[in-house]
């Protein structure tokens, strides 16, 4: 599926092909309504772009293109239907929590003279944590406006059904403005859903906390056994952590992703797991050493795909 750039299996999961974006609230699509140019039938199965084997995951994305109007100001959102629910979530509001996912859009011309330009995130899932352990994670996000960034929980049904934290997570999770989140999971196994949301503020409209924009992130979380290693493995090397590269539409990209493994003796490293981009191709995991395990990727952009891309990777132990 990824070499051919096919939806995810429809079969695997029903009703999906069949689900939509969709307004939500006041959404008027006629000539000078607040939503005129949206397409309501703009689907949301993805591309698949990845797999995971070690994690059990099938990764996937998408982009569409809309002819949107000026002053269009509106909230899009992606809502389970049955029987399509999260898997067993700890803390959620019941046993089959439906999702939702909002995000507002809003075409207004800045008082800097440009439209605005949501801020992009993408993380991996599901994030394992040790059990017991208070462990800290950062979210990361761009803006291509250079606006102010900032995070709060979801809230409400619209943005994250019954799944809605501080009350669906453990005791004392906290999220700071930053994007920073401390978390400690006490029940082995529990999966729970972030469910985030991030917002932007213009330079010139941070006095009177007026919102640029808003985006979702939901992330699921899964609470396992603590390692007998104390310290994670980690990737280190070129290109760095939140480092940015320019690439060029047509031309071949390639570099090699180096994941280092801090307990040699006791353990190793499984995989190095991508959230790829449309396109990428990836060698196999391969080893110099004990600690030492990389994996080369390769990227022929495309023109569909100027502007920021962002991609993820982890190492996996056991």
């Known amino acids: 599926m990824i070499a051919s750039h096919s939806l995810i299996g429809a079969s695997l999961y029903p009703g999906l092909s069949t689900q939509m974006l969709n307004c939500l609230g006041m959404c008027n699509y006629a000539s000078g309504g607040n939503a005129q140019g949206y397409n309501i039938s703009t689907h949301i199965i993805p591309y698949c772009t990845d797999l995971n084997s070690a994690m059990g995951t099938v990764i ?8 949107l ?10 809502q389970s239907t049955a029987p399509q629910a999260w898997i067993g979530l700890g803390g ?48 990361p996000v761009s803006d291509a406006n250079n606006d102010i960034i900032s995070c709060r ?66 992330i699921p979380l899964h609470v396992v056994s603590a390692s007998t290693c104390t310290l994670a493995p980690e990737i280190i090397g ?15 990209f390639t570099t090699t992703l180096i994941a280092k493994n801090n307990c040699p003796v006791t353990g190793s490293i499984t995989e190095i797991s991508t959230l790829s981009l449309s396109g990428i191709s990836k060698s196999a995991l391969t080893n110099s050493n004990s600690s030492i395990y990389y994996r080369t990727i390769t990227w022929q952009p495309t023109l ?3 502007g920021p891309q962002l991609l993820c990777a982890i190492a996996v132990d056991r």
């Open 60 to 67: 996937g994305q998408r982009a569409d293109t809309e002819l």
């Open 69 to 78: 109007y000026l002053n269009d100001n509106f909230t899009v959102a992606f």
């Open 92 to 139: 959620a509001t019941t046993s089959s929590a439906l999702w939702s996912l909002s995000c507002r859009i809003d075409l207004y011309l800045r008082p800097d003279g440009f439209y605005n330009s949501a801020p992009v995130s993408t993380m991996m899932s599901p994030i394992n944590i040790p059990q017991n352990i208070q462990q800290t994670i950062n979210i």
């Open 153 to 218: 929980w979801a809230s409400g049904f619209a943005e994250c059904g019954d799944a809605c934290p501080p009350s669906s997570l453990p005791a004392g999770t906290i999220l700071y403005p930053n994007c920073t989140m401390e978390i400690t999971g006490t029940v082995l196994n529990a999966y729970y859903a972030i469910t985030i949301m991030v917002r932007t503020l213009a330079d010139e409209d941070a006095e009177n906390n007026i919102v640029q924009e808003i985006v979702p992130i939901t």
């Open 304 to 306: 569909a795909q100027i």
């Open 238 to 252: 070129a290109p760095a952590a939140l480092s940015c590269t320019s690439v060029q539409v047509g031309v071949i």
